[in-house]
C-alpha cells in the first residue's frame, strides 16, 4: 500500500483488484478498479480507498458528510463506518471492470444508482438479498428443468 499511495500522491492513476464482497452489487471479488488521486472534494455517492485503521484498507463508499468527519459504508453492509477523519481518504474509485466491461462509478448511470442505493439503504441492502436469494432458487429450478428435459 506504500507503493500505492506514493504514486496517488504523485498525481499517477492507480489500479487494483478487489478482494471482498463488501462492495457488491457494485463491485464484486476479483473486479478491477482503477483509482484515481483527490481532484475534488468529496461527496456523498462517491467511492473511495480509506484506510480504516494501521495496515486495514476498505473500498467503500461515502454515505455521509459532516463537520466531524466522513462516514462510509460497504454497500453490501446495513451499518456506517465513521466519523473518520478525511485524512484517511487515499483515493477515490473513478471506474471498475469485470469480465471486460468498464464501468464508470464517479458519472452517469452508476453514480446516479450508487446515489439512489444510498438513499435506500438499508432497505436496498434487504431487498438486494432477497432478489438474490430468489434469483439463486429459479436458477437452479431451471437447471433442473431443463435436465429433466435432457432425459426424456
Known amino acids: 500500500m506504500p507503493v500505492v ?19 457488491i452489487p457494485f463491485i464484486h471479488d476479483g473486479d478491477l478498479v482503477e483509482l ?7 461527496a456523498c455517492g462517491d467511492i473511495v ?19 466531524k468527519g466522513v462516514w462510509l459504508r460497504g454497500d453490501a453492509q446495513r451499518q456506517s463506518a465513521g ?3 478525511p485524512q484517511v481518504i487515499l483515493a477515490r474509485a473513478v471506474t471498475a471492470s469485470r469480465k471486460g466491461r468498464v464501468r464508470t462509478l ?12 444510498v438513499g435506500t439503504s438499508p432497505f436496498a441492502v434487504s431487498f ?10 429459479v436458477r437452479r429450478l431451471l437447471r433442473e428443468g431443463l ?5 426424456i
Do not use: N
Not at 438486494?128 to 432458487?137: P, S
Open 106 to 117: 464517479s458519472r452517469g448511470c452508476w453514480l446516479v444508482a450508487g446515489l439512489v442505493w
Open 36 to 42: 484515481a488521486p483527490l481532484d475534488r472534494p468529496l
Open 147 to 151: 435436465t429433466l428435459g435432457k432425459k
Open 49 to 67: 480507498l480509506a484506510q480504516a485503521e494501521p495496515g486495514c484498507y476498505v473500498l467503500h463508499r461515502v454515505v455521509r458528510l459532516g463537520e
Open 128 to 137: 438486494f438479498q432477497l432478489a438474490a436469494g430468489v434469483w439463486r432458487i
Open 5 to 23: 499511495a506514493d504514486a496517488l500522491q504523485r498525481g499517477q492513476h492507480v489500479s487494483m483488484t478487489v478482494s471482498g464482497g463488501s462492495m
Open 83 to 85: 466519523p473518520m477523519p
